[in-house]
């Protein structure tokens, strides 16, 4: 360990020591020299060479290092390391907006292909400090094929499992690196196969839909108000009323030893109901009840829990079956959950283990309370029949008393989408071919394991992008573009 260390001392940001780490042998921590605090750890293996390495700064330090010096320091590191092992090569400098990630993998022979996933990690910061560094080896084998399709066949039995979904998507630049940041008429790409087998066989399928409910009946809105809806009743003293940034939260309880706060508004706690409202306009944005579950009566029924969801959901917007679809909910056993969950514990010891893993005292200083059990139901954002992606309002009601216990409304401002037209342009085997002219199949491996455990990898093509070096996951249905992910400064070899 102690001439690990000494190699150790250039790369780190002050001046430190090492010690053996309470928990594991072959863990150490580095300890600052002038705070006496740990700054980082590292990890030795079996033949005392260094496998892992981590600095616990909260915020890494920027400056202007260039990716060629970033490549140069990571070779700087490895070879202090690890300098026998001349079978791993760079694959990839990827930006991670601070640090960037160095990758070093081994190259297949037969093939002239890189081994993904295994190999050696190392960040650093855009001021030149290593940050992490991780090595992965393990025990594979490469599976030889005798027959390989062209790029060409793989690519019609790709493109013959895709699929399109016509919706309305934020085309967030953060995410797209064309995309405006605004609302469009979209063709979301739907993947049932992420790679194809060399030899043509079939690939692999997943086919997973969410369902809906074709639509939801029309009622008349309540005529209670919207906190005799969710529950609030003239038991409940109003604690608090807090007003940011044009949002306006109502505290209440109904028990007497709840005096003041300070309240989280954004988590749950003991014996308070948060009502959350748009302070100009007064609608109910949110709930977040902790109350203490003292009913023993009998359990409703989803059809009746659905009633009050319902409920509230026509007082706050009338034309909710034009504007939302509800989510069918799966059934679940609880006993079955429960059993699973104590299967994980059978062993005595295996629960004094997980015991001594809490944080007691933490505990301690909060009283624990029963919640009442819910509900969950998810109320999707739709405009003209076609879903707004990624909006989805969140509704849990409990299953004895009937109380909106949790909820969160999660719709964009009306003006950002509801001028969009709803009919595309664009024929959805337009933006199929569209698509296709945007992608190439290629070669690379895909990774398995056997009943040994031991790394099986298979070669299989791929979708790639050479044009737009992110993955085109959209077309737009008005005008045909397409929209591909930002994977940002990212270098593959």
Known sequence: MKNIFEQLI???????????????????????????????????????????????????????VSKEEIAAIADKFLKTFHPTKKEYELSAILDLDNPYMVVYEKRDETYGLFLHSMGFVVSVSTAGQVTQFHFTEEEYEVENTNHIITKEEALEQYIDQLDFALIIEHYDHEVYKNGDSKYHLSYSLIEHITDVPVDGSDPFSIREENTYEPEISYQDPPKKSVYELVGITPEYNLLDVLKEDGKKTEVWTKNKSVASGPFDMDELENHVVKLKFDEETGDLLGVISGEEFENDGDEMSLENAKKHALDLMFKLFPDTNERFRLEVLEDWDEEEFEDEFEDEFEEEEDFEEFE?????????????????????????????????????????????????????????????????????????????????????????????????????YKLTYRPSFPATVGHVRAIEAMTGEAMFVDVGDATFL
């Open 10 to 64: 250039p790369f780190l940001p002050s001046k430190a020591f090492a010690k053996v780490s309470e928990y594991d042998e072959t863990d150490f921590d580095i300890i600052d020299d002038s705070t006496d605090e740990q700054i980082g750890s590292f990890s030795l293996d079996e033949h005392e060479e260094l496998v892992s390495f981590s600095l616990f700064e909260e915020e890494t330090e920027e400056g202007n």
């Open 356 to 456: 001594d893993d809490l944080d007691i005292e933490e505990m301690d200083e909060e009283e624990y309370i029963e919640h009442e059990q819910t509900y969950t139901f998810y109320f999707h954002l739709y405009h003209h029949d076609i879903k707004v992606d990624s909006h989805v309002s969140i509704l849990e009601v409990g299953k004895f008393t009937g109380k909106i216990t949790n909820f969160d409304l999660d719709i964009p401002a009306s003006e950002l989408y509801t001028f969009l037209q709803t009919i595309p342009k664009v024929s959805k085997d337009e933006a199929k071919e569209i698509y296709r002219n945007q992608l190439e199949m290629e070669l690379g491996f895909s990774r398995e394991y056997d009943e040994n455990e031991k790394a099986i």
